[in-house]
């Protein structure tokens, strides 16, 4: 399973663009790259997939470079309630077993 | 909208008790996983069941076992409690979908177990 890292937090003003970006040096042919976000006392929510290029929806946009060694989370124009740990996953359609890491801490400050 | 329910948000036992936590998955998905989450650890997978009465260990099974009798309901058994079992613990259902990306996981919101 490949793995992936993360920073363990980041720091950001309201209204500023966020980019998180995760390694995934080992990640298969047929891996797909998800992303995850959770508030405190809450489980975590489905925000965005990726297989390459650039994927975008009314949350976030994910851009993948060719080589599919990482990729970038972007959040437009943050507010304090996008304060929140974001996780990101690789893994394949076949692959059963997702696993999480420790994420990155997102701090939005007013 | 999916919908998974966690049967408590909190729940206090004793050590050496036997412990049930109940999920319930009402999209008829294929996948249900059991997490732990813990400060600094991230979610770590314990078990998960791809079908009715299957069953895979995942990432830390020990000291833990599940039972998946219907379709819907996932539970998760600590056979005898211990302290160090103290988390968070999070349900999750999703579909599968072999030709396809990953299909999303839908979480509950947790249970916070406090063994004491």
């Known amino acids: 399973l490949a793995k992936t890292t993360q920073p363990i937090s980041m720091d950001s003003y309201e209204g500023q663009e966020v980019n998180i970006t995760c390694s995934h040096n080992n990640i298969a042919t047929n891996d797909y790259i998800t992303w995850y976000q959770q508030f405190p006392s809450q489980g975590p929510r489905f925000i965005i997939q990726g297989y390459k290029t650039k994927v975008t929806n009314e949350v976030a946009s994910l851009f993948i470079p060719a080589d599919r060694k990482s990729s970038t989370l972007s959040l437009p124009r943050v507010s304090l309630s996008d304060t929140a740990v974001y996780y990101c996953?690789?893994?394949?359609?076949?692959?059963?077993?997702?696993?999480f890491g420790r994420g990155t801490s997102l701090i939005v400050h007013p | 909208d999916v919908k998974v329910t966690q049967s408590s948000r909190y729940l206090v036992k004793r050590t050496g008790e036997k412990v049930f936590l109940e999920c319930v998955q009402d999209?008829?998905?294929?996948?249900m996983f059991w997490y732990r989450q813990d400060p600094g650890l991230g979610l770590r997978l314990i078990y998960f069941?791809?079908?009715?009465?299957?069953?895979e260990k995942g990432d830390i099974p020990e000291g833990y076992s599940v039972s998946r009798e219907k379709k819907e309901r996932f539970s998760l058994i600590l056979e005898s409690a211990s302290t160090n079992q103290t988390s968070m613990y999070l349900c999750?259902?999703?579909?599968?979908?072999?030709?396809?990306?990953?299909?999303?996981?839908?979480f509950g919101d947790g249970t916070r177990l406090s063994i004491l």
């Open positions: 999209m008829d998905h294929e996948n």
């Open positions: 996953l690789v893994g394949s359609p076949w692959s059963y077993i997702p696993t």
């Open positions: 999750a259902s999703s579909r599968i979908d072999r030709l396809y990306s990953n299909q999303p996981q839908h």
């Open positions: 069941s791809y079908d009715v009465k299957m069953k």
